[in-house]
């Protein structure tokens, strides 16, 4: 379920989070930084450049703190229940 939404609306999202954050530079710099280092940063990176070797180490780093950040939160939130 959350596959689709993110495929529908991780762009619209995009958009209205980086508009809504506007109002202060810091802010918007937080944003762009915090974007481009999600998942839909990576994919519109991967998608509109040719991948060189930095860019693709860059990547992986990204990726794998993604991974290990969403791991470390699922086993803190579920911890005590068994699935």
């Known amino acids: 379920m959350f ?6 609306f991780s762009e ?3 958009s209205v989070i980086k508009n809504l ?7 918007a710099r937080l944003v762009e930084w915090v ?3 999600s998942i839909y940063g990576m994919s ?11 860019l693709a180490i ?3 780093i990204n ?3 993604i991974m290990l950040l969403s791991t470390a939160i ?6 005590k229940y068994e699935l």
Not at 47 to 54: C, E, F, K, P, Q
Not at 74 to 79: A, K, T
């Open 12 to 14: 619209t999202l995009v």
């Open 21 to 27: 954050c506007s109002f202060s530079d810091t802010a």
């Open 58 to 60: 860059t990547i992986l």
């Open 3 to 8: 596959d689709l939404g993110y495929v529908l």
């Open 44 to 54: 519109s990176i991967v998608s509109g450049a040719s991948v060189s070797t930095d």
């Open 35 to 37: 974007v481009q280092h």
């Open 74 to 79: 699922g086993l803190f939130l579920f911890r």
């Open 63 to 65: 990726s794998l703190a």
